[in-house]
């Protein structure tokens, strides 16, 4: 008995090619899935090196606001305080959360509360670096005080 199988070993190396073919891809594809993965995940480390160093960078920042001797507030673009510090608080003798949303016109004496507001216009349209006034502030206590106000 003969048997022609001749088209079945065309189609046993046809399909060994194939599958070498196959291989080469999914080893292919493979390499470059994990250079990708490696890729990524070396992104994701230096985000989070650069968040930890803003962290403490802000962490920094937050110790040397607090503590400083200097009565310092961060103001919003409307004019009203952020963020103030101790001394500050102690400058007007009120707690942090009863001047966080007030301004400055809130504690001005008088007249002295349109002293200054050209300057802090300039200051946040970018026209100065810097603006100094001295006015005078109602404390909490009632007591008047003179202040000498720099901001940038």
Not at 36 to 65: I, M, N, P, V
Request: aromatic share 8%; with cysteine; net charge negative.
């Amino acid at each position: 008995v003969l048997l022609d199988i001749t088209e079945r070993k065309r189609a046993e190396v046809e399909l060994r090619e194939r599958w070498m073919q196959l291989e080469s891809l999914v080893v292919e594809r493979t390499r470059e899935l994990q250079h990708a993965k490696d890729r990524a995940e070396h992104e994701l480390s230096e985000r989070r090196r650069a968040e930890a160093a803003t962290r403490a960078g802000e962490a920094r920042f937050r110790q040397l606001f607090d503590q400083s001797p200097i009565a310092t507030a961060i103001i919003g673009l409307d004019g009203r305080f952020e963020r103030v510090n101790s001394a500050f608080c102690m400058l007007l003798g009120y707690g942090e959360e009863e001047l966080v949303g007030r301004t400055f016109s809130d504690f001005s004496y008088g007249d002295d509360a349109l002293i200054g507001q050209e300057e802090s216009t300039q200051a946040l349209a970018g026209e100065v670096d810097r603006g100094v006034v001295e006015k005078r502030y109602v404390r909490r206590d009632g007591h008047l005080i003179w202040v000498r106000v720099s901001a940038r």
